[in-house]
């Protein structure tokens, strides 16, 4: 039986051909969350280094007990509270999408660390949910993030609402994947679209993600 992990690797390598992508320009984020520390070493052991977590507690507490080259994201939802200590364990964070939240990531940001790696989550499906920036916001979110010198601006991320149809699931990957497009014509230098989870990955490796954030497809079904 091959390994979940190779097998999505071949998956993902394969997936990069048929759309006509630059090999190896879509990288591989483990979604951990509801995951023990077990799970996570397993997949470390096989040479997964990016792991993602949507709970700060549930966080902290595993990261001592795993190997500290670990590149730590936080993909969950922000609330202020929670920005200090996000902002000391992280390496990443993909869910930015206010300015409140980027000053305080970016004031309490320890200064011995290197600026945290940020993307703009950005709500493609307004009926769905209300994280990210509305698209009108963007590009002075954008901006004013750039500003901040504790924070490094890396790129856009967004949650579609799920569809099952790959068409559909194009559709919203599509319309992030053209914002990221012009950000960069404005001059921001960004490299990285963050999108794409474990049933709709070929639809945003089709439509430029680097970066999908896989869970169920690498560790089996979370439990509730
Ligand atoms: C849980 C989660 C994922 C992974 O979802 P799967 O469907 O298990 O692949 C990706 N991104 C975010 C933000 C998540 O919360």
């Excluded at 409140?100 to 200064?111: E, G, V, W």
């Excluded at 992030?176 to 474990?198: C, H, P």
């Amino acid at each position: 039986m091959t390994a979940p992990l190779s097998s999505l690797l071949s998956t993902i390598r394969s997936l990069e051909t048929k759309y006509h992508r630059t090999p190896n320009s879509v990288k591989l984020l483990a979604a951990s969350k509801a995951q023990s520390s077990e799970k996570i070493l397993t997949l470390y052991q096989e040479g997964q280094r990016v792991f993602g977590e949507n709970y700060l507690q549930e966080a902290i507490a595993k990261m001592p007990e795993l190997p500290n080259d670990i590149e730590w994201h936080f993909i969950g939802p922000i609330q202020s509270n929670k920005t200090r200590k996000i902002a000391e364990h992280f390496s990443w964070v993909h869910s930015v999408s206010s300015l409140y939240i980027a000053k305080r990531l970016n004031d309490q940001r320890p200064l011995n660390l290197a600026p945290l790696n940020i993307c703009i989550e950005v709500n493609i499906s307004e009926e769905n949910t209300k994280s990210g920036v509305m698209q009108n916001e963007l590009l002075s979110l954008a901006k004013e993030c750039l500003l901040l010198p504790q924070l490094t601006l890396r790129g856009l991320m967004c949650i579609p609402a799920p569809s099952t149809d790959l068409l559909t699931q194009r559709k919203s990957f599509h319309a992030v994947s053209a914002l990221f497009e012009s950000l960069r014509n404005d001059g921001i230098n960004i490299d990285t679209l963050s999108m794409g989870m474990s049933d709709d990955l070929e639809a945003a490796i089709a439509e430029g993600s680097t970066m999908i954030r896989v869970g169920r497809a690498l560790f089996g079904e979370r439990k509730k």
